[in-house]
């Protein structure tokens, strides 16, 4: 006779196995949640949805996060490469530049040819591009190959055994190929001049025929209507508009349904990347100051209530994991700044370049003609190792003379006398500051001091720029213009974003911890009950999350 213990416990055991789970313990391996939604505003600051709250009106536009979904207030990035290439790279896999290894979107290196060459982080001669107009540019292609690490998506791929389906979009092609990842069935983004929706070898040799429909459509010219814009670029003129918004969430849709993401029929969780490319064109034209950009974040509201609501009408909200982040956030205008008392300046860029050149030659005498500076995007200023070496020259020593030379110039500027349109009372204009300038060998060997700059420092670093110094100028002083505004900085402003999630496993409310987007790939991986990104070093954001249960049905015992 079996003995009552163990009766109870196989009780117990066939209770577990029978257990009711509810729709909270989720997985994708069941399709639960039907789709994930990782939603990226380029150039999105973080104090913007809270700004400009009272203007949104749509229930399932901002509100959607704001009012029904999980808001923080305070997430920072935790490194110093704020622009787009680094921060979509940064969301899909969870980790920094120096575990992805994009620093920048675009740098220099030594093509196959031996010449030096300027390189997007995206390029690769390997490919060609796919669905362009006849007689366009169609090389190089683009992959992901410069990121080495995993992104959400490829995680769920992987999980899954190849059933999960993974796209990437966005007006541009850093944006939809970065987020999305390695093992994506697609990424799409657009020819910035017509608006045709193309892609790469790298995953297809011709454009589904959906997708060759939507060129061929009537999308275009509507948008072009709507905003009033007939021709110029598409991609400056009327990505900048409310209708370029639409225009990206429209193909989101048409992508949704052709592909059928959210209706797997092998019963697991698809996943698609929307990187909106419209916040960072009328961005950088206006800044964040000005009625443009109030205006078209107002706009948005509209566009994605209609997204949202087409979403809940196909796969049910409920069925829905959503992120929302921004890849940077953006300083004010440096005329802006100043109007309002800050020590903004702008700086050009030649005039240190050349300055920089001089002093290299004159430290290290070449006998022959060479130039030493390449330049690059901020905040990464790039030298060519091969003159230096060509004299014996050490990169620790070269880089070390930059960046004397970097300092040297800054401490070298007059101070002005004569007072700055548009200046408060009757202030005459700040001196242009230089706050940090590391070497690269500083960063790939982690001499930093041991505080918070200096650990986002470290984060930057990635050997594709070679020989180079990181450079971080005063609060609101920025290479280029001052009508404009731009990003790269380490400054609070550059580095705050939104982070907001809607979905049955989060509690709706507003938090005010400090938090990371690198924490979207960790929650996700968490609830998805899948491997985190290869690099991944995000927090599981427990505090917005309800709680878990699995119920085991009540079992009548039977003498």
């Given at each position: ?38 939603l ?16 949104f ?60 060459r300027s ?10 591009i ?19 690490a ?10 899954t ?13 850093r ?6 990842g ?9 020819d910035?001049?017509s ?44 990505g ?7 225009y990206?969430l ?11 993401l ?7 969780t ?39 609501t ?30 309002m ?18 002093a ?8 022959n ?22 004299q ?31 200046a ?10 230089v ?19 200096g650990r986002?420092?470290l ?7 070679r ?40 509690q ?29 070093v ?10 878990e ?11």
């Amino acid at each position: 006779m079996r003995s009552f213990r163990s009766f109870a416990a196989s009780l117990l055991v066939a209770a577990l196995a029978s257990a009711a789970v509810p729709a909270l313990h989720a997985q994708a391996y069941t399709g639960s949640p039907k789709l994930v939604v990782e939603l990226v505003f380029d150039q999105f600051r973080g104090d913007y949805l809270d700004r400009w709250r009272a203007d949104f009106k749509a229930k399932n536009g901002w509100n959607l996060f704001l009012k029904q979904g999980v808001h923080y207030t305070d997430c920072y990035y935790d490194y110093a490469n704020l622009v787009t290439g680094p921060g979509h790279s940064t969301i899909g896999t969870g980790a920094y530049t120096d575990g992805h290894g994009i620093p920048v979107n675009d740098w220099y290196e030594k093509g196959p040819d031996g010449k030096i060459r300027s390189v997007q982080s995206i390029d690769d001669d390997r490919y060609t591009i796919v669905g362009e107009a006849p007689g366009a540019k169609t090389s190089p292609g683009a992959s992901p190959h410069f990121q080495v690490a995993s992104t959400l998506g490829d995680e769920l791929v992987l999980a899954t055994g190849g059933k999960a389906r993974v796209y990437g979009v966005s007006l541009k092609d850093r944006a939809a190929i970065l987020t999305s990842g390695h093992a994506t069935k697609a990424a799409f983004w657009t020819d910035h001049e017509s608006g045709r929706w193309i892609t790469s070898t790298y995953w297809m040799n011709q454009l589904p025929s959906w997708v060759e429909d939507f060129n061929k459509g009537e999308e275009v010219a509507k948008a072009r209507a709507a905003s009033n814009i007939p021709k110029g670029s598409f991609y400056e003129l009327v990505g900048a508009t409310q209708q370029g918004v639409g225009y990206q969430l429209d193909f989101a849709k048409a992508l949704i349904q052709n592909e059928h993401l959210g209706h797997n029929p092998d019963g697991v969780t698809d996943l698609i990347t929307i990187s909106i490319s419209s916040t960072d064109i009328a961005g950088h034209r206006y800044g964040p100051d000005e009625g443009h950009q109030r205006a078209l974040v107002d706009g948005t509201d509209v566009e994605l209530d209609r997204f949202f609501t087409w979403i809940d009408q196909t796969v049910g909200l409920k069925n829905v994991y959503v992120s929302l982040t921004g890849d940077h956030g953006v300083s004010a205008s440096v005329n802006a700044a100043i109007g309002m008392g800050m020590p903004a300046r702008g700086i050009a860029t030649k005039p240190l370049y050349d300055f920089v050149e001089k002093a290299l030659h004159d430290k290290f005498k070449p006998k022959n003609s060479v130039k030493y500076v390449l330049g690059g995007e901020s905040p990464w200023l790039q030298i060519d190792p091969e003159p230096f070496e060509a004299q014996g020259i050490t990169e620790e020593q070269a880089e070390e003379a930059t960046s004397k030379a970097v300092f040297d110039y800054f401490g070298s500027q007059p101070r002005d006398t004569a007072q700055h349109a548009g200046a408060v009372g009757g202030r005459l204009p700040e001196p242009m500051r230089v706050q940090y300038v590391y070497t690269a060998t500083q960063l790939r060997n982690g001499q930093v001091p041991d505080t918070d700059q200096g650990r986002r420092e470290l984060h930057s670093y990635s050997p594709v720029v070679r020989w180079a110094v990181h450079l971080n100028f005063g609060a609101y002083q920025y290479y280029g213009s001052e009508t404009g505004t731009t990003h790269y900085s380490q400054n609070s402003y550059d580095r705050h974003v939104p982070l907001d999630f809607y979905g049955a496993p989060f509690q709706p409310g507003t938090y005010r911890n400090m938090v990371q987007p690198v924490d979207i790939a960790a929650t996700f991986a968490s609830l998805l009950r899948i491997n985190r990104p290869s690099a991944a070093v995000g927090t599981v954001r427990i505090e917005a999350l309800k709680p878990e249960r699995t119920t085991v049905p009540a079992t009548t015992l039977k003498k």
